[in-house]
């Protein structure tokens, strides 16, 4: 897997679960990272253990749906680090309910973190990556986009336009040398599912639905992410990488 030594990232949804995950992969194989959530002690414990390593981090809390605090976290990273080579958009909540029943507000909460958040992001750091000719993008979708899945029409609909907008980006910045690609995870043991794990009977429902009988761990992200944020995917842009132990494939 390539080097990522003197390259710049910006991970949103960075706090905890996947996203923390991805950008301790990130720091790990040498890039700087800036990490964007809304829980600034998080990001902070992050930054002082990555600095404790000797590599560069920085926290930056970020309302992901607001234009102007995104715009604030990519000058920052700007600021402190010169350039921007690399946006993993993974900011993303979940809201289950009967369409019927759902509150409008509910919805539009969900379709403002998981696609508007990609869009404004992707929107801020776009002219950065053009400007120097090149970079990467990387937007955390679902496999639920892939399937129907009851009760969660909002975040399957969020998903499925973050894949949509992956392969509209793709095309518009291939020139730029730009790649943007997604990865579909399905379900993974981190705190967004943690209630769920409490319940063993919920739990086991969703086991019997994963051929493979387990959840992925987080670490099992990292792999996919260097690939999709180093150099030897320079030829690959607007895919999809499902990591779902099987489910999407039943």
């Not at 992969?25 to 040498?30: D, F, T, V, W």
Request: glycine share 10%; proline share 4%; hydrophobic share 45%.
């Amino acid at each position: 897997m390539s080097s990522l030594d003197g390259k710049v990232a910006i991970v949103t949804g960075a706090g905890r679960g996947l996203g923390r995950s991805m950008a301790y992969a990130l720091a790990a194989a040498g890039a700087a990272v800036t990490v964007a959530s809304r829980t600034a002690a998080e990001l902070d414990t992050f930054v002082a253990e990555v600095r404790a390593a000797e590599g560069r981090a920085l926290a930056c809390p970020t309302d992901i749906t607001d234009e102007e605090s995104v715009r604030r976290m990519v000058q920052a990273t700007l600021d402190t680090f010169g350039r921007v080579d690399i946006l993993v958009n993974n900011s993303g909540i979940v809201a289950s309910a009967p369409l019927v029943d759902q509150p409008t507000d509910e919805w539009d909460r969900v379709i403002a973190t998981n696609l508007r958040g990609t869009y404004l992001a992707t929107r801020a750091v776009g002219p950065h990556l053009i400007a120097q000719g090149g970079g990467k993008v990387v937007n955390i979708a679902s496999n639920f986009a892939l399937q129907g899945v009851a009760n969660h029409a909002a975040y399957s609909a969020s998903k499925a336009g973050v894949i949509a907008f992956t392969r509209s980006m793709a095309i518009e910045w291939a020139r730029h040398g730009i790649q943007v690609n997604a990865i579909a995870p399905g379900y993974f043991a981190t705190p967004l599912n943690a209630e769920l794990r409490d319940d063993a009977e919920a739990t086991a429902r969703v086991l019997r639905a994963i051929p493979a009988r387990r959840m992925g761990e987080p670490d099992e992200i990292r792999p996919w992410l260097l690939l999709l944020a180093g150099a030897d995917s320079n030829f690959m842009t607007g895919e999809v990488i499902v990591l779902d132990g099987g489910q999407s494939v039943r």
